[in-house]
């Protein structure tokens, strides 16, 4: 086995499994010879500590650090001993496998420590599933259970789950659970029992803006609103949305293709091909205008001009069907 590990990239699901297989591998006993930390809450000094220490128990031991926040942008609200850090794993503990799970962050490039780890430790890749790969998975899957999918409803549990590996599963095992002895998923049983995520009802929500359908926006952001959100987090959504789609459109107008906005964008692929189809179909000067009302209603709210709701379902009515 390697001394150290690097897991980067989307898909939590497989990284969760890769670990547990690392684990597995190393022939440790997990309840005596692994620890897993977590670094948005522990400091790393620990987490040095208990990686020089020596293993009792087996020849090795596994040391698992995920939320490294101290390879992102945002470093955290810990100060944390970043340059013993560095001189561990450039100096690592022959005995000791430390693996970091960095999969979901959004890492920084120009940091150090993980310019340095990217040298000495072996990364593996886990990319987020695109729609084709989501479909291969969920058949797979359903397959073992002795089951069927219609459809339909596969393309309704992709879209309620954004291809999201994870989720995926555990919904899968929840309509599993459902079905009992009944063998084929429905688009009803899907709706009924999978809950639509913030991203697609603001998807939705995109479209009837630029579709000028006021009433389905507000229809929309009433369900939303369930979620529990103030309506200032629904705009710096879709503010951030239309901002993309506005990189997005500059890039189609050279010929850029969505596989070739991949690396740099950096985005979901599912989220990346909906915002491109939307693009594609709209008018710079219309999304332009969306990020200027938006980028208003913000700063109306902050100022104390208008009230954050009234503000934003007086925005949603502004686009006439």
């Not at 393309?155 to 599993?176: M, P, V």
């Amino acid at each position: 086995m390697e001394r150290i590990y690097l897991l980067e990239g989307e898909n939590q699901l497989q990284a969760e499994e890769t670990i547990a297989a690392l684990i597995k591998d190393s022939g440790v006993d997990e309840a005596f010879s692994c620890v897993k930390y977590s670094g948005d809450e522990v400091a790393l000094e620990v987490v040095i500590e208990d990686c020089q220490t020596e293993p009792f128990f087996d020849e090795r031991k596994v040391v698992v650090l995920n939320h490294p926040v101290f390879l992102t942008a945002d470093k955290g609200s810990l100060e944390q001993d970043l340059e013993g850090f560095l001189h561990y794993i450039q100096n690592p503990n022959e005995r000791t496998t430390l693996i970091i799970n960095a999969v979901g962050y959004r890492l920084d490039n120009r940091n150090t420590i993980l310019k340095e780890l990217r040298k000495v430790a072996k990364v593996l890749t886990f990319d987020a599933f695109d729609e084709s790969v989501a479909r291969i998975f969920v058949q797979s899957l359903i397959e073992k259970k002795g089951k069927k999918i219609e459809r339909d409803a596969l393309e309704e549990l992709i879209s309620r789950t954004a291809c999201d590996a994870q989720r995926l599963k555990q919904e899968l095992e929840k309509l599993d659970f459902y079905l009992d002895e009944e063998e084929t998923i429905t688009r009803e049983l899907v709706q009924m029992i999978v809950s639509e995520p913030l991203e697609t009802n603001i998807f939705k929500l995109t479209n009837a803006i630029i579709e000028g359908k006021s009433l389905e926006a507000i229809k929309t952001y009433h369900q939303l609103k369930q979620l529990n959100e103030e309506p200032i987090v629904f705009s710096a959504i879709l503010a951030k949305n239309f901002h993309y789609m506005h990189v997005i459109k500059t890039y189609q107008k050279i010929g850029y293709s969505e596989y070739q906005l991949r690396p740099l964008l950096k985005l979901h692929p599912y989220q990346l091909k909906k915002l491109y189809q939307i693009a594609r179909q709209t008018d710079e000067r219309l999304i332009q205008d969306q990020i200027e009302r938006l980028a208003e209603y913000d700063r109306h709210v902050k100022q104390g001009k208008i009230d954050k709701y009234l503000g934003f379902e007086l925005f949603l009515l502004s686009h006439k069907d």
